[in-house]
């Protein structure tokens, strides 16, 4: 019998993040996945600009992001004529470091998380099935049979199902329900090149005709279309098509010609082509005592949006860094802190199964009179209704996954009577600053450019004290009240596993000679202070490992922090 504190069962996008994670945070894990090889397939193909933020903590997302292709919006198409463009550009908040969706092959993106998971020292099993799973009071006993038939008792402290819609993981828990259906609708992806063709390549292109047409290019001169039938169209038939039969590629391209205005060229050279049903389904709660589940295995929905596999790594995020908490013994509250994995992620789950249920059952629809009263009122909405900057950055917040919060989680807060512009459970606000470093001779100071997010990484929490307008508030009181906070958070938190940082508007130099002499930066114009609601009272953020808030409020009111800190570390 082989033991590890974590077996990860599954080993997509999710499964492989999470191994990433914990990896990390020095956890002892094995990531396992039945297949013997990764898919060459592009399957999923958007990674949304949280997620690049959210693999920034590993500081390897630009990597990643040149690998692949950057979308400015997309166009909508009706009845074969152009009816509006959707600009992506401008439509993510002011302080996003990656403001526009990233278009990349799944198998591209899997293999960009092998090699950073590599660089860890960890990899991978493959041809690794789990056939059994039985958890105890103390643990969990796993049977998995390997490439060459041979089983291997492996005991775990904890399992995760990353591991999709037919999750073992899932099926072993108890009192785990995963409800929903199938769409009626059948579709056709094909992946392939396209000759003569006036579709753009640099954004998403929507055809609605009798059924749906979407054409998203993949870089390279690459692109997939995915076409869903009505079945009262003799022309687009796709639901009519044997379903025994293979899929040709005339079919795609006559669905093509069908959506399209003339001059969409020629289909050629295929890498995929297939046809599938989509389902929506959601479990009852995200953990079983020591199994959890994560991406597929909790929640299935259609593609609108892009969002599935992204949704997927943010589970794997939030899990991570509480599995480490709990594992290395850092929180009185272990099994609360587990639970807010399922209190934090199922309303996530959920809000995108009715988001993208609504939106795919609105855009897809094969009802004959739905199609043609949509067809024809879209034509007068839409122009007016993507106009509008505000309406265009609102959506683009839920699409991008930018805007998710976990207010009303329990383990997040504010200090009481706080009104900023965030809140306890927000995505940490993002923004350039400086920081002073000497040069390499040691004589000289210079000033180097980095973000928040850039100083937020790694394992551990984040301590940002923010020192408002030194005019207002003596630059010299503040200094001895963050140096005092500071003191009784690191004898409170007995872990030791905060890292303290001092953002300012001026002044800074009262603070040299200092505990936070290294831990300075410039916030230009004040920007910063201005997105967490510090520019003129001085204030202290509490950043989780996973870079959402955990607690804030302003520096008079620390004593909020330091109860904050007592129930949880």
């Known amino acids: 019998m082989s033991d590890c504190d974590v077996l990860i069962v599954g080993a997509g996008p999710v499964g492989t993040a999470l191994a990433l994670e914990l990896a990390l945070h020095r956890v002892s894990f094995r990531v396992v996945d039945k297949f013997s090889t990764r898919s060459d397939k592009s399957r999923a193909l958007v990674v949304q600009s949280r997620t690049l933020e959210l693999l920034n903590r590993h500081g390897v997302a630009h ?59 960890a990899s991978v099993e493959t041809s690794v ?23 291997e008792t492996v005991r775990s402290k904890y399992v995760v199902g990353c591991d999709g819609a037919h999750s073992i993981v899932r099926h072993s828990a108890t009192n785990l329900t995963f409800e929903g ?53 003799p022309v687009d038939n796709i639901n009519q098509i044997d379903q025994q039969s293979e899929v040709a590629l005339e079919h795609v391209q006559k669905a093509l010609e069908t959506f399209t205005s003339p001059g969409c060229g020629t289909i050629h050279d295929p890498v995929w082509l297939s046809r599938f049903r989509l389902h929506h389904r959601g479990v009852n709660n995200y953990r079983d005592r020591r199994l959890f589940l994560a ?40 099994e609360a802190l587990l639970d ?43 122009p007016w209704l993507w106009s509008s900057k505000e309406r265009v950055k609102t959506a683009y917040r839920f699409i991008s996954e930018l805007g998710i919060n976990y ?76 140096e005092e906070t500071m003191t009784q958070v690191k004898t409170q938190a007995k872990s030791n596993d905060i890292d303290f940082h001092v953002l300012g508007t001026g002044g800074l130099d009262a603070f040299d000679g200092g505990p936070l002499a290294q831990s300075l930066y410039l916030d230009m114009g004040g920007v910063v202070h201005q997105r967490y ?37």
């Open 181 to 233: 259906a199938a769409y009626p609708q059948d579709f056709v992806l094909c992946d392939a090149y396209l000759r003569d063709s006036h579709i753009a390549k640099d954004r998403i292109s929507m055809h609605f005709g009798y059924g749906l047409l979407v054409v998203m290019p993949l870089g390279g001169g690459l692109f997939r279309i995915i076409v869903s039938g009505s079945a009262s169209n």
């Open 340 to 382: 807010s994995y399922n209190a934090e992620r199922y309303p996530i789950g959920q809000q995108l199964l009715r988001g993208t249920d609504r939106l795919f059952t609105f855009v897809a629809s094969t009802n004959f009179l739905f199609v043609r009263l949509r067809n024809f009122i879209l034509p007068w909405i839409l």
């Open 407 to 482: 207010r009303g989680s329990p383990i997040v807060g504010s200090s009481k009577g706080f009104t900023g512009p965030v809140a306890g459970g927000d995505r940490l606000p993002d923004g350039e600053l400086k920081k002073r470093t000497l040069s390499t001779s040691g004589q000289t100071e210079e000033e180097t450019v980095t973000r928040v997010h850039h100083i937020c990484v790694g394992a551990r929490h984040h301590l940002i004290f923010f020192t408002a307008d030194p005019r207002e508030h003596p630059i010299k009181t503040t200094r001895a009240s963050i």
């Open 63 to 121: 990597e990643l992001a040149s690998r692949g292709q950057y979308v400015t919006g997309t166009l909508i198409n009706i009845d074969r004529k152009p009816i509006t463009w959707i600009n992506l550009e401008g439509g993510a908040p002011d302080d996003a470091e990656f403001p526009l969706p990233l278009m990349l092959s799944q198998a591209e993106t899997e293999r960009f998380l092998d090699e950073c998971l590599a660089k860890h020292g």
């Open 533 to 569: 609601g510090f520019k003129q009272t001085p204030g202290y953020v509490l950043a989780r490992p996973d870079g959402y808030i955990a607690h804030i409020g302003p520096l008079s009111s620390v004593d909020d922090l330091f109860g904050f800190l007592g129930r949880y570390f």
């Open 295 to 334: 991406g597929d295995a909790a929640h299935i929905h259609s593609p609108a949006g892009g969002q599935g596999m992204n949704t997927g790594v943010h589970d794997a995020f939030n899990l991570g860094w509480k599995l480490a908490a709990v594992l290395h013994e850092k929180t009185p509250y272990p």
């Open 129 to 151: 099935t789990a056939k059994s799973i039985v958890q105890d009071s103390t643990g969990v006993t796993t049977e998995l049979e390997g490439p060459d038939g041979k089983r």
